[in-house]
Each structure stands twice: as structure tokens, then as C-alpha cells.
């Protein structure tokens, strides 16, 4: 079996022609990633369900907006909390990911955390890639990899986030970042 370097904690951005509408102009968090296969959440699919409505205890923590996202197209109901912790040490319900980046235990008493977060989103569901699936769509060239920053996690304005993570890059994939979202009308 060949080894797989980990993309763990970086960003998989969508590229245009990328015809999965699951993933249409997507900007995922890869929260693991090995031999086994992957996992991320679609940091930029906002819903119209308040936290409040599925996880009370957890909505004064989450930011604005205060929705939970759509993480992906798998398990749907079942949620995610990401979370952003500044320091080196992350407090009991937390695991990190990568950087200041972590995933949330939402079983914890959300007292224990919310003195320590910089940042909360809230996922229903997740996106997962088999072993060597993910691999795969590299190659052929759905997805740019690209280095995620804490902010991201929390974006106020997650319909712009493609734009913007694009737009950070310092090669030609800043380009990329003005293609039009429907080019037929250009």
C-alpha cells in the first residue's frame, strides 16, 4: 500500500468545473486524513435552521451567522462542532485538528468550553472519501488544496468564502477566484 501524506487541517476548494452539486463552489475543512480515507465538513453551506433550534445549550457560543451549516452530504443528522481555541492547550471536550483548529465534543457541558473558544461552528453532517477516493479526484483535478487559516472556520460571510480563500493564494488560483458562476453568460 502506498502512504498517504495528510492533508489533515488544510482546505479542499471546489474548482469550477467540479459538476457535484454537493459540492459546487465548496470550500471543506479536512478535519482527518489517511490511509483509511477522509473527512471534512463544507465550511460555506449556511442553513436556515438556528442552533438554537437542534442544540440550545450551544447556541450563545456559536457566532453570526448563528445557523448550523451543512456539512456535508453524508449523516446528516448527526452534528459536528468545530471549534477555534487560541494557545497551547485546549480544554477538556476538545481535540485538536490542526493549529488553533478543533472538533468539539458536544456530549461537554458547554460551560467548560465557552470560556476558551474563539470560535463555533456547528455541522450536520460531513463530507467522507473512501480509501484512495479523495486521491482520485485530486488527480483528475476537482479540488485545490490549499492551507486553511483559523478564520475560516468562523467566516461571517460564508457565501463568499470561495471567493476569498482563492483570492489568498499567491499563484494563479488567485485568478480562479473571479471565473463567473454561471459561464454562459459571459
Known sequence: MTEVSSLTGRLLVAAPGLTDPNFDRAVVLLLDHDEEGSLGVVLNRPTPVGVGD??????????????????????????????????????????????????????TPPELLGPALGSLRIFAGYAGWGPGQLEGELTEGAWYVVESEPGDVSSPRPERLWRAVLRRQRSELAMIATYPDDPSLN
Open 54 to 107: 437542534i442544540l440550545e445549550s450551544w447556541a450563545s457560543l456559536t457566532g453570526e451567522p448563528d445557523v448550523v451549516f451543512q456539512g456535508g452530504p453524508v449523516s446528516l443528522d448527526s452534528a459536528l462542532g468545530v471549534a477555534v481555541i487560541p494557545g497551547d492547550e485546549g480544554p477538556l471536550g476538545w481535540r485538536r485538528v490542526h493549529g488553533a483548529i478543533g472538533l468539539v465534543d458536544l456530549e
